[in-house]
C-alpha cells in the first residue's frame, strides 16, 4: 500500500537487531494479525454494540500507545499536530472503521476486508480529484477499471447482495469505509510537521475514539447497553483487537518501515483480505464461492498493479507520505 509512516525503509546506520526471526515475525504479525481483525470485529459485535465497540477499543489502544510513545522519548504534539492527528483519525477511524464494523453486522467479514482492499483504487481516484500534480499512468488507469470490475463480480457473490436490502447496504458501507481510509491517509500524507509514527497513530486512535464514541451516543447504541450481556467471545475478541490488532501490529509495522523498503512492509494489503476471507470460512462459516475467490483475485490484482506502479513513481526525496497503514483494521 501507498501509505506509510514518514520512514525512509533503510535500515538506520548502526542497526544490529534485525535478525531473519525478527523479520518473520514481524511479517507474520502484519500478515496474519490485521488480516484476522476482520473476524475479530465480527465476534465483537455479536454482542457489542459496532460504534461503541469500536470507540472503546481505540479509547485505549490510543491511551496505552500514546505512553508507549513518551516512554520512547516522542515529545508532546503540538495543537496543529493534534489537529491534524483529529482530521485524519476522524476519516481513518470513525469513518473508516466505523463503517467497517457496521458493516459486518450484515457482510461477511472476509468479504468487507476484500472491499476494503480496494483503498489503494480510491487513493489514485481522490488524489487525482483533490489536484494532484501526478496524472495517473494508463497502467493506473487500466488497474482501476479492472479493480472496480472485481467490484461489480463481487456484488453478486454469495454473501454479498443475495440476503436483501441489508446486505447491500453493508457492502455499500465497507467501500465507504475504504474510500474514507483512502482521504484519511491523503491528510496524513499531506500533513504538515507530523510527529513521529508511534505518536501520530496515538493521536489519529484518540481522535477516532472521541468521534465513534459520538456517533454510538447518536445512534443509541449505549442506551439499553449492559456490560453483562457480553459474551465472553465477544470480550476476548475485543482484548485481542486492542493488544495484537491496535499495539501489537502497529509495533511490528513501524519497525518494519525502518529495516526494510516500504513496499515490501506494504505486501500485508495484498495478504490481509486472503487471510480473512479463509479465517470466515474456517471459523465463521463464511461463503466462499468461486464467483467471490475470481472477484478476490482480480481485486488483489489491481491493487498489485497500482501499488507497484505507484512505487516505481516514487516522490521525491523529502517528501512526506502518511503514516497510516491503509486498510489495517
Known amino acids: 500500500m501507498s501509505t506509510h509512516a514518514s520512514l525512509d525503509g533503510r535500515a538506520p546506520p548502526g542497526a544490529t537487531d534485525v535478525t531473519t526471526a525478527r523479520l518473520v515475525a514481524a511479517f507474520a504479525a502484519v500478515y496474519v494479525i490485521w488480516g484476522s481483525t476482520y473476524l475479530a470485529i465480527r465476534f465483537a459485535i455479536e454482542t457489542m454494540p459496532p460504534l461503541g465497540m469500536a470507540s472503546f ?16 522519548g516522542s515529545p508532546h504534539p503540538t495543537a496543529r499536530q493534534w489537529r491534524d492527528g483529529a482530521l485524519s483519525g476522524t476519516l481513518l477511524l470513525a469513518g473508516g472503521n466505523g463503517a467497517v464494523v457496521v458493516a459486518e453486522q450484515w457482510v461477511p467479514s472476509g468479504l468487507v476486508a476484500l472491499l476494503v482492499a480496494t483503498v489503494p483504487l480510491w487513493l489514485v481516484v481522490l488524489d487525482a480529484l483533490l489536484g494532484s500534480r501526478v496524472r495517473p499512468t494508463a497502467r493506473t488507469i487500466g488497474g482501476l477499471v479492472i479493480g472496480f470490475g472485481g467490484v461489480a463480480l463481487l456484488a453478486g457473490s454469495p454473501g454479498v447482495g443475495e440476503g436483501g436490502r441489508s446486505e447491500l447496504v453493508g457492502a455499500g458501507l465497507a467501500l465507504c469505509a475504504a474510500a474514507s481510509w483512502a482521504a484519511g491517509s491523503l491528510v496524513s500524507r499531506y500533513a504538515v510537521d507530523p510527529p513521529r509514527p508511534r505518536m501520530r497513530v496515538a493521536t489519529q486512535m484518540l481522535a477516532g475514539s472521541v468521534v465513534l464514541g459520538v456517533l454510538a451516543l447518536l445512534a443509541g447504541e449505549l442506551a439499553d447497553f449492559s456490560p453483562g450481556a457480553v459474551s465472553l467471545r465477544s470480550w476476548l475478541a475485543l482484548v485481542y483487537l486492542i493488544t495484537f490488532g491496535a499495539i501489537v501490529g502497529y509495533a511490528a509495522y513501524i519497525w518494519l518501515l525502518t529495516v526494510v523498503e516500504p513496499v515490501r512492509a ?33 481485486i488483489l490484482g489491481s491493487v498489485v498493479v497500482i501499488t507497484t506502479e505507484t512505487a516505481a513513481r516514487r516522490p521525491p526525496p523529502g517528501a512526506r507520505v502518511g503514516a497510516a497503514p491503509s486498510g489495517s483494521q
Request: proline letters at 4%; glycine letters at 10%; hydrophobic letters at 60%.
Open 266 to 298: 506494504g505486501t500485508y494489503a495484498y495478504v490481509n483480505p486472503v487471510v480473512a476471507m479463509l479465517l470466515g470460512w474456517a471459523l465463521a462459516d463464511e461463503p466462499l464461492g468461486f464467483r467471490s475467490i475470481l472477484a478476490a483475485a482480480i
Open 57 to 72: 477499543r481505540f479509547l485505549v489502544a490510543g491511551v496505552l500507545l500514546y505512553a508507549w510513545a513518551r516512554g520512547r
